[in-house]
């Protein structure tokens, strides 16, 4: 092809006398028949390329991947263990957001090699992997509800994707209020500081309780302390806003900065409530959620 191209450029055009005007057709002829002769093998390339290079997937499950959703008894194991970790991932997550510690709330996870999980360090990252991780979850927990399963075991499965469910849209609310948080943590106000160091406190209480929960197995224990839990953000809340009022009442608070503090604790709130539902569905099964649930008509 090379000789044939000379050939035709040589014959066609006063090459002799204009030698950079025969380089340059002779460029362009020779990538316009390379274009044609290999278009029609681009997509074989494309494929062969594939197979030789794969793409390198980020797997960010730490138990599913390794587990074949067709025997149920391991699958269900790994399902919870992962579900586990993504609970952690959201307490994770939320403490990145209010700038705590997450290493003295949280205790250090392991994988099944009994290798610590590094958790992401970057808080955007972190929220993107959750993404991932909801979305292989609900995916693996239909592969095994496609299996043979009793009713013990579809209650477990439907019960731990309505935790991920819940855990998830914690992370989000507090996602999606972080602007709030921001402005009270920047503000060189000390009454907003205040506040955000109340929101700080609040949380890191939660989480310190709600993790030493996740090692207990016994629903006499669990129940009440959940209820507890609830009731004391349901409490903690109309005494949020007693002190709002109270405070532009006594003009200690500028009007200017209480849609920013509502905003924030009502964020905040249903973060919260959103965490203890997941911890509910985790740790409680059918018959224990409903004494969960008549709990607070018990005590009162």
């Known amino acids: 092809m090379f000789s044939v191209i000379v050939s035709l450029v040589t014959n066609s055009f006063d090459v002799a006398n204009d030698p950079v005007t025969g380089i340059a057709i002779f460029h362009t002829i020779f990538n ?23 793409e390198k997937k ?13 025997f149920p008894e391991a699958s269900i194991n790994a399902f919870q263990k992962e579900v586990n970790y993504l609970i952690q991932l959201s307490m994770h997550h939320n403490l990145k957001a209010l700038h705590i510690d997450e290493t003295l709330v949280l205790k250090p996870f392991r994988d099944n090699e009994n290798i610590s999980v590094k958790f992401p360090i ?11 991780l909801h979305a292989e979850l609900f995916s693996y927990g239909a592969k095994i509800q496609a299996n043979v399963l009793n009713e013990i075991e579809a209650d ?25 948080f921001d402005e009270l943590y920047n503000s060189d106000k000390e009454i ?3 506040y955000y160091q109340y929101f700080r406190q609040e949380m890191t209480s939660l989480y310190l309780k709600l993790v030493q929960l996740l090692e207990e197995k016994d629903p006499a224990v669990i129940i009440p302390e959940l209820r507890k839990l609830t009731d004391h953000i349901k409490e903690e809340n109309r005494n949020f806003n007693k002190s709002i009022i109270n405070k532009l009442t006594q003009k200690e608070l500028p009007e200017q900065l209480v849609n920013n503090v509502l905003s924030a604790q009502r964020g ?12 509910k569905s985790f740790l409680l099964n059918e018959e224990d959620a409903r ?3 008549g709990f607070e008509d018990v005590v009162m």
Request: positive net charge.
């Open 192 to 194: 907003s500081l205040s």
């Open 32 to 54: 316009v028949l390379g274009v044609v002769v290999f278009t029609p093998f681009v997509g074989y390339i494309a494929k062969l390329i594939k197979k030789v290079y794969p």
């Open 156 to 180: 477990l499965i439907n019960r731990n994707l309505h935790c991920v469910r819940y855990a998830v849209t914690s992370s989000k609310t507090i996602k999606d209020y972080q602007h709030e």
């Open 291 to 293: 004494i969960y649930d």
């Open 122 to 132: 970057d808080r955007p990252k972190t929220y993107e992997v959750i993404k991932n």
């Open 58 to 70: 980020d797997i960010h499950t730490k138990f599913i991947h390794a587990t074949l959703s067709e």
């Open 268 to 279: 905040f709130s249903q973060s919260e409530i959103q965490m203890i539902v997941a911890m």
